[in-house]
């Protein structure tokens, strides 16, 4: 997902996928926040984040209209959810790569974050 966005940004393929590498699996394999969603916020914070501590509100209210604009079209922001499987049990990664999962609906949800993140850009300076 940060891929997408990193030359925008100054940044290589290589080192936007070494920063995002924690994030995948709901975070590490916890099936927590979507990795797709955490790509997202990583792409909006290298255009909005702040660098001193008064910036933080206008940030905060970018990720919370992005993970809000991602939920409407899902019904989650959590791995384990979206996908139906938690995937930090070795059985349950099992059944989730036989079922196609990973191939099928994390595209998707990538293809969507990135759409997201892609029309917000458009939308703030």
Do not use: W
Not at 66 to 83: A, D, N, V
């Amino acid at each position: 997902m940060l891929t997408a966005f990193a030359s925008e940004f100054g940044l290589s393929d290589e080192l936007a996928l070494k920063i995002a590498a924690p994030f995948g699996g709901g975070v590490a394999r916890t099936g927590k926040t979507c990795g797709a969603v955490s790509g997202g916020l990583m792409a909006l914070g290298l255009k909005y984040g702040y660098t001193a501590p008064g910036g933080r509100d206008a940030t905060y209210g970018i990720a919370r209209e992005f993970m809000q604009r991602f939920e409407e079209r899902h019904g989650s922001l959590t791995c384990r959810e979206l996908i139906g499987f938690d995937i930090l049990t070795p059985e349950d990664r099992e059944r989730a790569q036989q079922s196609g999962v990973f191939e099928d609906i994390c595209p998707r949800l990538v293809h969507d974050a990135a759409e997201v993140v892609q029309a917000m850009l458009a939308e703030k300076p």
